[in-house]
Nanobody, 114 residues
Framework: VQLVESGGGLVQPGGSLRLSCAAS?????MGWYRQAPGKERELVAE???????TYGNSVKGRFLISRDNFKNTVNLQMNSLQPEDTAVYYC????????????WGQGTQVTVSS
């Protein structure tokens, strides 16, 4: 399965961005991780085929993940963005029974700055 992200860019603090990811096939769980310079990759959000969601603590209440199982797409609506949200955002996926993502997109840059 191949994953292709879109929607990154530059936004001012307090603004919003929407990321999208399209998969070439069906994936049990899809979601987003992010990695800022000098930091480890961290979970942003994940959603299963059944709609179960998991969010990283730093984005709860600000970000919303959704998916379209027919189109094999996942979206991440990011609101109230702050400079600390600046990172490369990677779309990922995992099969049922896998603990971690085992397929990744190329990543898209999100920069929050005035």
């Amino acid at each position: 399965v191949q994953l292709v992200e879109s929607g990154g860019g530059l936004v001012q603090p307090g603004g919003s961005l929407r990321l999208s990811c399209a998969a070439s096939g069906s994936v049990y769980a899809m979601g987003w991780y992010r990695q800022a310079p000098g930091k480890e990759r961290e979970l942003v959000a994940e959603i299963t085929r059944g709609g179960g969601t998991t969010y990283g603590n730093s984005v709860k209440g600000r970000f919303l993940i959704s998916r379209d199982n027919f189109k094999n797409t996942v979206n991440l609506q990011m609101n109230s963005l702050q400079p600390e949200d600046t990172a490369v955002y990677y779309c990922g996926g995992r099969d049922y029974g896998d603990v971690t993502f085992n397929t990744w997109g190329q990543g898209t840059q999100v920069t929050v700055s005035s």
